[in-house]
């Protein structure tokens, strides 16, 4: 309560001093009482503290502003502590995103793989051909790997492109 105390007196103090360059000011404070903040015109009221204020006194301090003014139109925020529950926030959605990344990977290995691997009991009866016309094992492994390769380049890029365009048109 000291802190609300102070706060308003130094306003009233601020205030005071500018009476010679708007006497509508001066004439207005005069009506109200000394020490008090009745029909003070509010929109909002910033406060910043020279010294980081321990939890305990910022909640003494917000306790107080709250009982003087006692309105449902009157909201209190304590920016640092929004600053602190956004950068949770942020984090956890960072490490949601993360997982999610992660166990995509980890399915399209598995699907990948799965797909090889059909693809190489597919072509099982092409691997008979190519042996019947005189390929080694290498010459078909080498065959096949740059099949793979050539398909997974193609794949990458078209999905990069489409990623793209869809990145930029949202």
């Not at 105390?5 to 009476?19: E, G, H, I, P, V």
């Not at 009982?67 to 949770?88: E, G, H, Q, W």
């Given at each position: 309560?000291?802190?609300?105390?102070?706060?308003?007196?130094?306003?009233?103090?601020?205030?005071?001093?500018?009476?010679?360059?708007?006497?509508?000011?001066?004439?207005?404070?005069?009506?109200?009482?000394?020490?008090s903040s009745y029909?003070?015109?509010?929109?909002?009221?910033?406060?910043?503290?020279?010294?980081?204020?321990?939890?305990?006194?910022?909640?003494?301090?917000?306790?107080?502003?709250r009982t003087k003014?006692?309105?449902?139109?009157?909201?209190?925020?304590?920016?640092?502590?929004?600053?602190?529950?956004?950068?949770?926030?942020?984090?956890?959605?960072?490490?949601?995103?993360?997982?999610?990344?992660?166990?995509?990977?980890?399915?399209?290995?598995?699907?990948?793989?799965?797909?090889?691997?059909?693809?190489?009991?597919?072509?099982?009866?092409?691997?008979?051909?190519?042996?019947?016309?005189?390929?080694?094992?290498?010459?078909?492994?080498?065959?096949?790997?740059?099949?793979?390769?050539?398909?997974?380049?193609?794949?990458?890029?078209?999905?990069?492109?489409?990623?793209?365009?869809?990145?930029?048109?949202?």
């Amino acid at each position: 309560m000291e802190d609300y105390a102070y706060l308003k007196d130094n306003f009233y103090k601020l205030y005071n001093k500018n009476t010679t360059t708007n006497p509508s000011i001066g004439l207005y404070f005069s009506k109200v009482p000394v020490g008090s903040s009745y029909d003070l015109p509010k929109a909002s009221m910033l406060i910043r503290f020279n010294r980081e204020l321990t939890v305990l006194e910022k909640e003494s301090l917000i306790n107080g502003l709250r009982t003087k003014f006692n309105s449902d139109k009157t909201i209190i925020f304590d920016v640092p502590s929004l600053i602190a529950t956004i950068n949770d926030g942020i984090g956890y959605l960072t490490l949601f995103s993360i997982s999610v990344g992660l166990i995509a990977i980890i399915l399209s290995f598995f699907l990948i793989l799965i797909s090889f691997i059909a693809n190489i009991k597919e072509n099982s009866w092409e691997f008979g051909v190519l042996r019947a016309i005189g390929l080694n094992k290498d010459q078909i492994t080498r065959c096949y790997v740059y099949e793979a390769l050539s398909i997974i380049v193609v794949s990458g890029l078209l999905g990069t492109i489409v990623g793209i365009i869809i990145a930029v048109t949202l």
